[in-house]
């Protein structure tokens, strides 16, 4: 049962290599995980949103950057209230 919808950003020092899910043979080194706890009316909705902003040119390259977790706070902060105010 989800009480609260969040979402979690985690970088990684390291990458970690995964199957791709389409081709368990290839490889896929990754340095963000990202978590997400959504109640079911919103799942859709929210991983579209999600989605768009992954595929924003430089979000992912901001979030990589981010030295420590308050700056990753602040880069997320900052493309998603942007994202929001330009709907």
């Known amino acids: 049962v989800i009480r609260c919808s ?3 950003l985690v970088t990684l020092r390291e ?3 995964f199957g791709q899910m389409g081709d ?3 490889r896929v080194a990754v340095r963000l995980v990202i978590g997400l706890a959504i109640e ?3 799942q859709v909705s929210t991983l579209e949103a999600l989605i768009q902003l992954i595929q924003q ?3 992912l390259e901001s979030v990589a950057n981010a030295p420590d977790d308050t700056a990753l706070y602040q880069v997320w902060q900052s493309w998603t209230l942007g994202a929001a105010r330009k709907d």
């Open 24 to 26: 368990p043979d290839e």
């Open 40 to 42: 079911p009316k919103n």
């Open 6 to 8: 969040a979402i979690s």
């Open 57 to 59: 040119p430089g979000f």
């Open 15 to 17: 990458p970690v290599i």
